[in-house]
C-alpha cells in the first residue's frame, strides 16, 4: 500500500496538475487508513488490558500482571517480606568446587535451636545449617549421612520434624507388600505397571541425629494409604498427649488426600493424626482421625506445616506460591488433646499471604517445599529445585535450591 502511494506522489511532482483529484485522494485514504489502525490497536490495547491503566497505545507497554500489582493497593499487607535468603551452593561453595554435590532439591525443614535441618527428597542426607545462613561459616553448615540403603537412590524425604531428641522425617509413598517389606520391584501386566499385593504408605523413619552421621531407631508404615508414589505426605509436625503419647499431624499433598482428578479441587485439604503401634520390628503409625483444613486454605496444593507449642498454623503451598496462616485448637502449651484437635474455621484467625513477586508481578517463589516458625513474626522456608522440559518458567530458577527466611506484614 505505501509503494502504491510513493508512486502516485512521484507522478504528482511530475505532472502536479493533471493529477490534483489522484493526489487529493490518495493523501485522504491515507490518513483515513492511519485513523482506523489507530482505533484498531488502541481497541486492542483495551481489550487485552481491562483493568485499568489502558489509554489508548499507552497500555501496550504493560503486561497482564504489571497491571494487576499496580492495582493492588493492600500488596504490602498481604505479602510476606524477604529478610535474607542464600542458595545452598553458597553455603556449601566448597564442596561445590570440589565437584561435589550440586543438586538440593529441598523438601522440607526444621529448627532446632540456632540451627536449621533440612532434607532433600532425591538424597538420604540431613543438611544443617547456621540460621544466619553465614557464607563463612564451613564448620557448622554440614551434611549428615545416613546408613547405606537398599533399594531406591532417592530418599522420598518429604517432611521432618524434631521431637525429645529425636528427628522424625517422612518418606512421601513407598511401595510395601503384604508382609510389611519396600518393593521397589514391579510386574508388568497388560503393559501397565502394577504391584503384585502392594499398596503404597507413608514411611516414618525415627532419627539419632550425630555431628556427622545418623542412625536409624525405628522405621514403620503409615496406616493410611495413597493412591499411588505421586502424592503423599507433604509435611508432618509431632506433639504429645498429657500422657506423654507422641501423635503425628501429617499434611496430605493433595487436596482429599488424593492422587487423581480429585486432588486439584482446591480448598479441600487434609491431615491425618496418627499414633504409633507396636514396636520397632513390628510397628505402624495408625489412622487416629482425618481433619479437615479450612477452606479459606483454598491451595491447588499442600507443600508443608507447621504448629507451634501456641496452636499457630502456617500451611505452604507450591503451586500457589502462598501460605495460609491459622489456627489450631487442641493444642495447649505444646500438648495435643488428639479429641480435641482441629482447625478454627474462624476467619479472623486465618489469613492467606503471598510470597513475593518479580519486578513485573511474576511469580518467583515457584518451588517453596518447607515451611517453619522462626518465632512469632517471622518464617523460615526452603525450596526445591525448580521443574525443566519447559514445565516452569525460567522466572522460577533464581530461588530454586535455596533457604529463605520472610517477615510476616
Known sequence: MNTVHVSNERRIHSNHSSNTKT???????????????????????????????????????????????????KYTKRTVMMAYESSFASLFR??????????????????????????????????????????????????????????????????????????????????????????????????????????????????????????????????????????????????????????????????????????????NGRVVLMKKDGDSDDCMWKTHRVVKIPKTAKFKDYSDIDIDNDGRVVISSQENSEVWIGRALGIDNGVIDPEGFDFSDNKDDSATLQFPKGSECETVYCNIEGIQWMGKGMLLAVSDKMKGDGRQSYSCFDKDQSIHAFTLP
Open 23 to 73: 493526489s487529493s485522494w490518495s493523501f485522504s485514504s491515507l490518513s483515513l487508513a492511519l485513523i482506523i489502525l489507530l482505533a484498531v490497536a488502541s481497541l486492542s490495547a483495551i481489550d487485552r488490558f481491562p483493568n485499568g491503566h489502558s489509554k489508548g497505545l499507552l497500555s501496550a507497554s504493560l503486561s497482564k500482571s504489571d497491571v494487576d500489582c499496580a492495582k493492588d493497593d
Open 94 to 267: 566448597r564442596a561445590a568446587a570440589d565437584g561435589g554435590l550440586k543438586r538440593y532439591e529441598a523438601s522440607g525443614v526444621t529448627i532446632v535451636g540456632e540451627f536449621a535441618y533440612a532434607i532433600c527428597d532425591t538424597s538420604w542426607s540431613v543438611t544443617k545449617v547456621d540460621l544466619s545462613l553465614d557464607h563463612n561459616s564451613p564448620g557448622e553448615n554440614v551434611q549428615i549421612d545416613g546408613p547405606k540403603r537398599d533399594g531406591s537412590s532417592d530418599s522420598g524425604f518429604e517432611a521432618i520434624f524434631y521431637h525429645k531428641r529425636s528427628f522424625y522425617t517422612v518418606r512421601e509413598s513407598i511401595l510395601i507388600d503384604e508382609n510389611n517389606e519396600y518393593e521397589y520391584e514391579v510386574i508388568v501386566s497388560e503393559g501397565k505397571k502394577k504391584a503384585k499385593k502392594s499398596s503404597y504408605h507413608a514411611i516414618i523413619e525415627e532419627l539419632e541425629v550425630g555431628n556427622s552421621t545418623y542412625t536409624v531407631k525405628s522405621a514403620c508404615r503409615s496406616e493410611y494409604e495413597f493412591d499411588d508414589d505421586s502424592k503423599g505426605f507433604e509435611g508432618a509436625v509431632g506433639f504429645a498427649d498429657s500422657s506423654g503419647e507422641l501423635f503425628i499431624i501429617a499434611l496430605c499433598e493433595g487436596n482429599y488426600c488424593a492422587s487423581k482428578s480429585k486432588s486439584a479441587e482446591s480448598g
